[in-house]
Every structure is written in C-alpha cells, then in structure tokens.
T-cell receptor
Framework: GENVEQHPSTLSVQEGDSAVIKCTYSDSASNYFPWYKQELGKGPQLIIDIRSNVGEKKDQRIAVTLNKTAKHFSLHITETQPEDSAVYFCAASIFGGKLIFGQGTELSVKP | DAGITQSPRHKVTETGTPVTLRCHQTENHRYMYWYRQDPGHGLRLIHYSYGVKDTDKGEVSDGYSVSRSKTEDFLLTLESATSSQTSVYFC????????????????FGPGTRLTVL
C-alpha cells in the first residue's frame, strides 16, 4: 500500500525567511496531495492541495510543487510569520478519499 | 469547520471497558472518516463510511467497529478498550452532497482525546 515519508520532523526559521517541507510517496497511482496545518489542541486544517495533473499551485504565501516522476511533493511558505508556527502534515491518496499521511513537521517561526 | 462536532472531547476510561465516540455533521455529506493521531505516526485511517450503513476498513481497523444509521452521525466503538488505543481521534468529512459530485478535500473535526488506563 501507499507510504508517505515527510522531512524534516522539526524546522526552525526566522520570521521573514522561507520554509520548505518535503514528502515522498510510494504508490505511483496516487493522484491527490493535500497539506494540512494543525495548531495545538485543534483538528488539522486544509491549507492547500494539488492534483497529479498539475506541477505547481500557489495561494498567497504558500505554494506546493509536485514531481510525479520522482514521486515527491513539497510545501513552500514564504515570508514566514509567527502565526505560521504549527505542525504541518502532507498526505496522498488515490481517488476515493483514503488519505495516507506523513509523520508531520513541527514548524517554529522565531520573531 | 464544515459543521463537524465530536463528542465527548475528552474521555478517560479503564482497560476492558467499551467506549463509543460520536461524530456529527450538519451538511449531509455522504463520506465520513475516523482517524487516530499518535506521535510519530501522523494520522492513520481507522474506518470510513460512504453512506448510511455503508462502511469499510482503513489501515488500523483492528479493535474498532463503526456504525452509521443516519447520514449525520458516524460512531466509532472500542468494544474492549486497551492502553494501545490511547490516542486523539479525529473525524473528517469529504464534500460529498447526496446528489452532488464527490470531492477529495477532507475537513476535520476538533478531535476527542481518549486515555485508556
């Protein structure tokens, strides 16, 4: 079955710097790749997603890139702010909604 | 938050006791999911449902059962709780209206923290 690996597990950046989180997946049939942000004590919140027919997607300060050949996708956050501090999860699925999640990255943005 | 509530929000129970967690949604979506979240494992799918009385297993279904007798409620039951089931449990829905197209996006509830002593 599908396996998703996420790196790094922790990431610390200065406010205003960029942050990049990377994920690799194993099943070439996966075609949907969402990213979630989870704040302490809350449920995961969908922040951006990408489908396999697209190589890049951007929404204000966040962007996601997908390399189907290499089976990896990345989250890019530019101009980081303290409120970006949270745990971020990547996931992958084949159509039908059974998401397989990465292990999570704890992002800390220092003012 | 897609109108998702979970109850209880916190529960402490003893090994061997039955436990039922409830997920309630207000928008009549067909697809609902139960995940557990543990340190170092991200979120793992336990069971999911694609309609009333239609359920299927996820990747970590052993020790859990589910029921969906009406669209708005999806129940997760631990028949005999064990310490390994101490976790945070999240319910999610996919945008899947009764007469509309299925959408991949999943939206999560606030979670239930379960401790099994």
């Amino acid at each position: 079955g599908e396996n998703v690996e996420q790196h790094p597990s922790t990431l610390s950046v200065q406010e205003g710097d960029s942050a990049v989180i990377k994920c690799t997946y194993s099943d070439s049939a996966s075609n949907y790749f969402p990213w979630y942000k989870q704040e302490l004590g809350k449920g995961p919140q969908l922040i951006i997603d990408i489908r396999s027919n697209v190589g890049e997607k951007k929404d204000q300060r966040i962007a996601v890139t997908l390399n189907k050949t290499a089976k990896h996708f990345s989250l890019h956050i530019t101009e980081t702010q303290p409120e970006d501090s949270a745990v971020y999860f990547c996931a992958a699925s084949i159509f039908g909604g059974k998401l397989i999640f990465g292990q999570g990255t704890e992002l800390s943005v220092k003012p | 938050d897609a109108g998702i509530t979970q109850s209880p929000r916190h529960k402490v129970t003893e090994t061997g006791t039955p436990v039922t967690l409830r997920c309630h949604q207000t928008e009549n979506h067909r697809y609902m999911y139960w995940y557990r979240q543990d340190p170092g494992h991200g979120l793992r799918l336990i069971h999911y449902s694609y309609g009333v009385k239609d359920t299927d297993k996820g990747e970590v279904s052993d020790g859990y059962s589910v029921s969906r007798s009406k669209t708005e409620d999806f129940l997760l039951t631990l028949e005999s709780a064990t310490s390994s089931q101490t976790s945070v449990y999240f319910c999610a829905i996919s945008l899947s209206p009764a007469r509309g197209a299925f959408s991949d996006e999943q939206f999560f509830g606030p979670g239930t923290r379960l401790t099994v002593l």
